[in-house]
């Protein structure tokens, strides 16, 4: 976030007549850029921070945001700096996260209740979901991997920030173990054993034949 405010500061050391003119209302001809850190999600050994950062460039017709994320395993202190990093084989791991977020994102009514209900467009929601780097912005919560969207990513700025989830049984057979481990999650991997109840005999009453053979006289 410190490369963010230095990038932002630039612009006292930039002359841009076209937008910054003195004649205009100061908040119309100021560069504006403000980042909301939310609550830490910690699930197992890993802890996620999201940024909400909302910006306004001078003499735009309005405002935006986006959002920025980073997430750490606690001990020992490693960065994961990409999501594809979580994954065994990236290449496996992208069709299955994207067939995920599409599916929601265009299975939600945004909007409900609002008296404006809509549903997102499907080639704006593949475009803005193509690829690895299309992916930057996720945390990790109790039940699974929340994907969060910018206005314009997936849909119109009128629309708003688009946030899915991704449920970690989806996956986590395809994770690297080291992660699932840090996560506290791996036992998602494991064949629940399965457990046969034995037959009875309704004329002893509910007993099994072996435990009818052994009963006492």
């Not at 006292?12 to 403000?34: C, I, M």
């Not at 629940?192 to 009963?215: F, I, L, M, V």
């Amino acid at each position: 976030m410190l490369s963010n405010v230095m990038f932002q500061r630039r612009a006292k050391l930039e002359g841009q007549s076209d937008v910054l003119t003195f004649g205009d209302h100061r908040f119309r001809r100021t560069h504006t850029w403000e980042a909301y850190c939310g609550e830490p999600h910690i699930v197992g050994r890993v802890i996620s921070v999201v940024y909400s950062v909302h910006w306004y460039g001078a003499g735009a017709a309005h405002p935006n945001m986006h959002f920025e994320t980073f997430c750490f395993l606690l001990d020992p202190l490693v960065h994961l700096k990409s999501l594809d990093d979580l994954f065994e084989s990236p290449d496996n791991a992208l069709p299955v996260l994207q067939h995920e977020i599409r599916g929601k994102l265009l299975s939600v009514e945004s909007g409900e209740g609002s008296g404006e209900a809509y549903q997102l467009d499907k080639e704006w929601v593949e475009r803005g979901t193509q690829e690895w780097s299309d992916l930057t912005a996720f945390a990790f919560v109790e039940d699974g991997i929340e994907f969060l969207f910018g206005p314009y990513q997936v849909a119109p700025y009128a629309f708003g920030a688009q946030i899915v989830k991704v449920e970690y049984g989806s996956l986590v057979k395809l994770m690297r173990k080291e992660w699932s481990a840090a996560l506290g999650i791996q036992y998602m991997t494991y064949d629940r054993p399965t457990w046969t109840s034995p037959e009875r005999d309704p004329q002893t009453n509910g007993a099994s034949a072996d435990e009818e053979k052994d009963a006492p006289e």
